[in-house]
Nanobody, 125 residues
Framework: VQLQAYGGGLVQPGDSLRLSCKAS????????MGWFRQAPGKEREFVAT????????DYADFVKGRFTISRENAKNTVHLQMNNLKAEDTAVYYC???????????????????WGRGTQVTVSS
């Protein structure tokens, strides 16, 4: 499966953005999906993950209550709804996939073996 993230842009603090990650060549049904981000000069970090059927979701503490991960398996797409964006959310956002067990999520970046090209999110006034 190949992944492509899109939907990034330049927004002001407090604004919202919806990122999407479209998979091609194969269905995402067998895959646990995740979103990660990398800010300039920093390591890539976990943001959110969702189980194969979308029944279980986990988030990094710094996005809880602001970001929501979802998936549309029929469209081979995963979304990241980002609300109340802050300057510190500025980063390149990546989606990733890993074949996983039903009902489980994956937070560890090292376990993902399929990565998409990122999309830039800039939050600035």
């Amino acid at each position: 499966v190949q992944l492509q993230a899109y939907g990034g842009g330049l927004v002001q603090p407090g604004d919202s953005l919806r990122l999407s990650c479209k998979a091609s060549e194969r269905t995402i049904v067998p895959y646990v999906m995740g979103w990660f981000r990398q800010a300039p000069g920093k390591e890539r970090e976990f943001v959110a993950t969702i189980s194969r059927a979308g029944t279980v979701r986990d988030y990094a503490d710094f996005v809880k209550g602001r970001f929501t991960i979802s998936r549309e398996n029929a469209k081979n797409t995963v979304h990241l709804q980002m609300n109340n964006l802050k300057a510190e959310d500025t980063a390149v956002y990546y989606c990733a996939a890993k074949q996983g067990v039903t009902g489980r999520t994956i937070k560890s970046i090292d376990r993902y073996d399929i990565w998409g090209r990122g999309t830039q999110v800039t939050v600035s006034s």
